[in-house]
């Protein structure tokens, strides 16, 4: 087969983008997000499926910090390559995050096939639009939004970055700080291997969607993180963003994650002795007035 991006043939740049045959026990960790996320739902106050657009995706869930000042907000946003995944598989991350003070929301938008990359950038533009008018009703701060995001929700981390929030909420950033796992930031071998037969991307809108190709409106701190066992070109992808926007940020850093996989990487975003969990805290925590 001839070469179809970098090193790779068609068959080998599937390989690198196609995770779960990498993981054969993946069910078994699907099947902990869903059955820790309703204990928390059952545990500790929320209020889910809070609407912040009009179409049916454009949902959100708020766990409220324990602390009854403001506090600073965590926004999560999923993975799933875009196409799918819920936010209801990650509220087991919230109390990691609620019993320290900071309230915690999960993002949902429309998935692939059903809306265009561009229309999904645009969904999560909007969820934090509507987060910056309206968090402070449920007891968060609308100037310390801290957004974290894993896979293609590293992804959307990324483009929110280089979101200049002028027309959508009256200033150039409502954004404090950014954590961005396993995150994909060069969509060009997305839209040239098999994931592309879902999202559907022509080669510009590719191009207008790739973090890799644009600079942060915003001198924000962001964390970077990868698991130490995922594909050499989520390294590439990682690696590549770093040194692009490490020029332009004031504050970049990474966690390394050795030993772990693209699933259960995610796990220590919620784990308050994790390395990942300490370096959002200590971004949240250095956001206070």
Same mark, same amino acid.
């Given at each position: &087969?001839?070469?179809?991006?970098?090193?790779?043939?068609?068959?080998?740049?599937?390989?690198?983008?196609?995770?779960?045959?990498?993981?054969?026990?993946?069910?078994?960790? @699907?099947?902990?997000?869903?059955?820790?996320?309703?204990? !928390?739902?059952? *545990?500790?106050?929320?209020?889910?499926?809070?609407?912040?657009?009009?179409?049916?995706? +454009? #949902?959100?869930?708020? @766990?409220?910090?324990?602390?009854? =000042?403001?506090?600073?907000?965590? !926004?999560?946003?999923?993975?799933?390559?875009? #196409?799918?995944?819920?936010?209801?598989?990650?509220?087991?991350?919230?109390?990691? @995050?609620?019993?320290?003070?900071?309230?915690? !929301?999960?993002?949902?938008?429309?998935?692939?096939?059903?809306?265009? &990359?561009?229309?999904?950038?645009?969904?999560?533009?909007?969820?934090?639009?509507?987060?910056?008018?309206?968090?402070?009703?449920?007891?968060? =701060?609308? +100037?310390?939004?801290?957004? *974290?995001?894993?896979?293609?929700?590293?992804?959307?981390?990324?483009?929110? &970055?280089?979101?200049?929030? *002028?027309?959508?909420?009256?200033?150039?950033?409502?954004?404090?700080?950014?954590?961005?796992?396993?995150?994909?930031?060069?969509?060009?071998?997305?839209?040239?291997?098999?994931?592309?037969?879902?999202?559907?991307?022509?080669?510009?809108?590719?191009? #207008?969607?790739?973090?890799?190709?644009?600079?942060?409106?915003?001198?924000?701190?962001?964390?970077?993180? %990868?698991?130490? +066992?995922?594909?050499?070109?989520?390294?590439?992808?990682?690696?590549? @963003?770093?040194?692009?926007?490490?020029?332009? %940020?004031?504050?970049?850093?990474?966690?390394?994650?050795?030993? %772990?996989?693209?699933? =259960?990487?995610? =796990?220590?975003?919620?784990?308050?002795?994790?390395?990942?969990?300490?370096? !959002?805290?200590?971004?949240?925590?250095?956001?206070?007035?």
């Amino acid at each position: &087969m001839s070469l179809i991006y970098r090193d790779y043939d068609q068959e080998g740049l599937d390989a690198q983008y196609n995770l779960r045959p990498l993981v054969p026990y993946h069910p078994r960790i @699907f099947e902990r997000y869903i059955r820790d996320s309703a204990v !928390v739902v059952e *545990t500790y106050p929320c209020t889910l499926d809070v609407a912040y657009g009009e179409q049916p995706g +454009e #949902r959100l869930d708020i @766990f409220p910090a324990d602390d009854s =000042d403001p506090s600073p907000v965590v !926004v999560f946003i999923h993975g799933g390559y875009w #196409r799918n995944k819920d936010k209801s598989d990650y509220r087991y991350l919230a109390p990691a @995050f609620v019993q320290a003070g900071v309230t915690f !929301v999960g993002v949902n938008y429309t998935l692939a096939p059903h809306a265009s &990359m561009d229309e999904i950038v645009r969904q999560n533009r909007a969820a934090i639009a509507w987060l910056s008018a309206n968090i402070a009703d449920h007891g968060g =701060d609308p +100037e310390r939004i801290h957004i *974290t995001g894993h896979s293609a929700g590293g992804h959307l981390v990324a483009m929110l &970055m280089a979101t200049d929030w *002028t027309e959508l909420c009256g200033r150039p950033n409502v954004l404090a700080g950014a954590a961005a796992i396993s995150g994909l930031f060069d969509l060009e071998p997305i839209q040239k291997c098999y994931l592309n037969e879902t999202l559907g991307m022509d080669e510009a809108e590719a191009t #207008r969607n790739s973090p890799l190709l644009m600079q942060p409106t915003a001198d924000i701190p962001l964390i970077l993180s %990868l698991g130490g +066992e995922e594909t050499p070109e989520y390294h590439r992808q990682q690696g590549d @963003f770093e040194q692009r926007w490490g020029s332009q %940020l004031t504050t970049i850093s990474t966690v390394e994650m050795l030993g %772990l996989t693209h699933y =259960d990487v995610i =796990d220590h975003l919620g784990h308050p002795g994790s390395g990942l969990y300490q370096a !959002v805290i200590a971004q949240v925590q250095g956001s206070k007035p």
